[in-house]
């Protein structure tokens, strides 16, 4: 098939999006399939990185395109990146060669409008990949109101791309519950959820090591949050929970690291000197060929989810953290796929839990774990999220577009109802 996929952010940037439509993209080009990109020129975290307009990379054809680089400092500045991407994006597909499918990610938001309305006209097939769901996400997070005017317009406009679709893929049960709600057929509907790095992330010790000296950590117990700062993922229990512990210097060899970026980054990094926080370190993403020395010097990892995403935004950071053999601290509702694997090997002490606010059972949980420091034996259920056992599972399920009947009745159908 050829095959054309829309995403924002693509190799060689780091954010999680880019890596796993990276996977994707190569992972059909091996299949047999020709494959082209149409993506950012700049880094999604990083605008100071300008990559080629125009690449081949595994056989893999990426166009990247300008969009503007206000940055996420205010509200307006993010929507204008994302306005200027998804008309650079639409102009781009004007001036494509019809494909036999398009596959669509979620960045910037809402892009899979534009690909359902090029199916037809430049597509036999779409197929949507939700990493998260907008705009239910802006209105979770208190950026719109549920009922005002911009928020239906762009709820109607999600809507029409899952009826348009002709499969959809959700990360997870509580993902697809919020789709079929929106009157979705469930027979087109996958759930495959994100899958680790393991062909790249695995634990390192001598990484570990190094990684460790380079920070002054040898000799420390480290308690790491690695990922996107984002209001999806509230880190205000983490960060209380650390000040407490700075503050009791009982032990003084307890630090906690902040890796990775978003919109919160600064945040953490103005709360921490701020506060003169001496047992906090902050660094920006690190390359995938690094995650796992980073990843593997941790003594506890932190996995946070904000209480109304559930459904919403999937927290994939959970599957490397497997990989890599950590035990977890899990912030975040009681009920979510995260305590759902949690559950799923009740023998096994993956992870603890404590809810949001929760200071004191997030501090008892670090001070338990630094007293037992133990490693997981994760192998098992670190291999069901491996990259090899799930994305010849996405692979399957976008070349059983190609064998599929035609559709165009249910796509008039669709375009009644929503117009």
């Known amino acids: 098939m050829k095959i054309l996929i829309l995403n924002q952010a693509f190799y060689p940037d780091v954010v999680s999006t880019a890596q796993h439509a990276s996977d994707l993209a190569a992972g059909l080009t091996e299949a047999g399939h020709q494959v082209t990109v149409i993506c950012g020129r700049r880094g999604y975290d990083n605008p100071d990185m300008i990559f080629p307009a125009r690449e081949t990379w595994r056989d893999v054809k990426i166009l990247r395109i300008w969009s503007t680089t206000l940055g996420k400092s205010a509200k307006w500045r993010r929507a204008t990146d994302f306005a200027t991407f998804i008309l650079g994006c639409s102009l781009r597909l004007l001036f494509m060669p019809r494909v036999d499918a398009i596959i669509s990610l979620t ?74 709600a929106k009157q979705v057929a469930e027979g087109k509907i996958s759930v495959i959820p994100p899958w680790s790095h393991d062909d790249q992330v695995h634990f390192d010790a001598r990484g570990r090591n190094d990684f460790r000296a380079s920070l002054g950590l040898t000799n420390k117990f480290v308690v790491m949050y690695s990922g996107n700062h984002s209001p999806c993922h509230p880190l205000d229990t983490l960060m209380a929970a650390a000040e407490r512990l700075a503050q009791s210097k009982d032990p003084e060899n307890i630090v906690f690291c902040f890796i990775g970026g ?158």
């Open 107 to 180: 960045s910037p938001p809402l892009i899979s409008f534009v690909a359902a309305l090029a199916v037809p006209l430049k597509a036999r097939h779409l197929f949507l990949w939700l990493m998260d769901i907008n705009p239910d996400e802006a209105i979770a997070a208190g950026w719109l109101r549920p009922r005002s005017r911009r928020a239906r317009c762009l709820s109607r406009m999600l809507a029409y791309s899952l009826h348009r679709a002709d499969r959809i893929v959700v990360l997870d049960r509580f993902m697809k519950d919020r789709v079929l």
């Open 262 to 419: 978003g919109s919160e980054f600064q945040k953490v990094q103005g709360w921490a000197s701020a506060k003169h926080m001496d047992n906090v370190h902050c660094l920006p993403y690190q390359p995938l060929e690094k995650l796992s020395a980073s990843l593997s010097a941790a003594d506890l990892q932190v996995v946070v989810a904000g209480m109304p995403f559930v459904g919403i935004v999937h927290v994939c950071k959970i599957y490397n953290i497997l990989a890599v053999g950590k035990r977890f601290l899990y912030i975040g509702p009681g009920e979510s796929h995260i305590t759902d694997i949690m559950a799923s090997r009740p023998s096994r002490r993956l992870g603890d839990w404590c809810e949001h606010g929760d200071v004191e059972g997030a501090t008892r949980i670090i001070l338990d774990a630094y007293t037992q420091n133990p490693r997981i034996a994760s192998r098992n259920i670190a291999s069901e999220f491996s990259k090899n056992a799930l994305l010849p599972r996405m692979i399957h399920v976008i070349e059983r577009l190609a064998t599929q009947p035609d559709k165009a009745l249910a796509v008039e159908l669709a375009d009644e109802r929503y117009n």
